[in-house]
């Protein structure tokens, strides 16, 4: 992945901006900081607070959804003005009855356990809390309610550096500023992702309150006596389906791909499993699915579809690096850009541990700009893309770590930053045989939670499940 050691003048590095004050952002802003080689890091936060999608907006802001929705925005999204002083005037995913899908003992910071007694899938506000008390030691690096409006290369004084302009939100003043380096951290899960069926656009122009998306989902009462059909069934379509289907007319109908690895009797026997949708008729308000089975007088399409990579401040770069929002390309370990690796993702992967993963990528993004560890060469970075890129049959899936991918990756770099640590706080963590035995019966113990139904909120512990480490 990179070799160990003191390399002396390949990177000079001193000013870092960090694009992000979710979870990826404050792993960063951690581990640069502790690296004491930079003289200047500063997190730009388009949000009110830190915690990135874990603020959670009560608001969904009634948006004016694109139908379809196949491609990556151009543009920053526009907040909405907010009704109360609360909001910010951007919509979280977060729903208001929302747990998390990781157990906390593996989920969190590796220096930062979560409060004692917490439910061993702890709600939502139990992690915004958490965040906003982690990124405390870090509020003078950050600023927030500025969006990040565009970032470019330039030439200045015979030295390269990043140009970033940002928007403060409050003020309605723009601010440039100088970099060496940039962490791009702020997210997957904003812009989202309806794919182009057949009908849909004219469907949505006759119906435009019935297709959403599972981002604007807030609460199960909004479905009340509705007929639903929810499009996707992984982790948040399993979740909304389930808590629709508590009040809505039943069955709701979950439209999926392929047979999902989510068992949707474990929690509801009022869901009923269907093929992709084929079309959408107008005149029936009906879609046909792919058996050919027609379902009219439809009230509500949930689309659990996903989201986009979106990078609308990258101007022209973005299209070379995810041209279609499906993934990015030009990636080094889906984290350094080859061309330029004074620029950085952070936790671009799907089906991870998102917190300890951001640690280790940000561990070893300080360790390499430091020049503590050294990069490949940059063919020897292309080969490797072309080594993930041959391993997937699709490109949209390049980015999946599923387990053990995401404990290999996690100890890998641990291996790399370690030597070189010169604290406790610069090494990330270490994934050893207990936590990978937990991470690889994750969804199960997810299962057995889901079947206590409102009892669950009272499990602290994994063996309060039945799990116990051998």
Request: net charge negative; charged share 20%.
């Amino acid at each position: 992945m990179g070799s160990v050691g003191n390399v002396d003048g390949d990177f000079k590095i001193d000013r870092i901006a960090i694009i992000g004050a979710g979870a990826a952002g404050l792993a960063a802003a951690t581990y640069l900081s502790s690296e004491e080689r930079f003289s200047h890091i500063e997190v730009f936060e388009q949000r009110s607070s830190a915690g990135g999608t874990w603020n959670y907006s009560p608001e969904k802001g009634a948006p004016n959804v694109t139908v379809p929705k196949s491609t990556p925005d151009d543009s920053n999204e526009t907040p909405y003005k907010p009704a109360s002083s609360d909001g910010d005037g951007f919509v979280s995913p977060l729903y208001r009855d929302l747990d998390t899908n990781i157990p906390h003992s593996l989920m969190n910071f590796s220096s930062h356990p979560f409060p004692a007694g917490s439910s061993l899938f702890p709600s939502r506000d139990v992690v915004t809390e958490y965040l906003h008390h982690y990124a405390e030691s870090l509020k003078p690096l950050i600023h927030y309610n500025t969006q990040v409006q565009s970032l470019t290369k330039i030439t200045t004084d015979g030295k390269e550096c990043w140009k970033l302009e940002a928007l403060n939100l409050k003020m309605n003043e723009i601010r440039t500023s100088l970099y060496d380096a940039v962490v791009v951290a702020n997210g997957h899960y904003s812009d989202i992702f309806i794919p182009d069926i057949k009908g849909i656009k004219e469907f949505h122009e006759q119906y435009p309150e019935v297709i959403s998306h599972s981002k604007y989902y807030a609460q199960p009462e909004d479905f009340k006596d509705k007929k639903v059909v929810v499009v996707g069934f992984s982790a948040s379509g399993l979740d909304v389906s389930v808590q629709i289907a508590q009040i809505c007319q039943h069955p709701v109908l979950v439209s999926e791909r392929k047979p999902s690895s989510l068992d949707p009797s474990e929690t509801s026997t009022n869901l009923r499993m269907m093929p992709t949708i084929e079309e959408f008729l107008i005149d029936q308000r009906a879609v046909r699915f792919s058996n050919g089975h027609i379902e009219t007088d439809i009230n509500s399409v949930i689309f659990c579809t996903g989201y986009h990579y979106s990078f609308p401040f990258l101007g022209p770069l973005r299209e070379s690096l995810t041209p279609d929002g499906s993934h990015v390309r030009h990636l080094y370990q889906h984290l350094f850009y080859i061309d330029d690796p004074t620029l950085a993702f952070v936790a671009l992967p799907k089906r991870i541990v998102p917190f300890p993963f951001s640690e280790a990528q940000s561990a070893y993004i300080a360790r390499v700009w430091a020049n503590r560890v050294q990069l490949p060469t940059k063919d020897a970075m292309r080969k490797w893309e072309a080594g993930l890129i041959a391993s997937f049959p699709e490109m949209s899936r390049i980015h999946e770590m599923k387990y053990p991918k995401d404990a290999n990756y996690i100890n890998e770099l641990y291996e790399i930053c370690k030597p070189t640590a010169s604290s406790k706080t610069l090494i990330p963590p270490q994934w050893g045989e207990e936590a990978c035995y937990y991470r690889q019966h994750m969804a199960d113990i997810k299962s057995a939670s889901r079947k206590l139904g409102a009892a669950r909120k009272f499990v602290k512990t994994l063996s309060d499940l039945g799990f116990q480490y051998p």
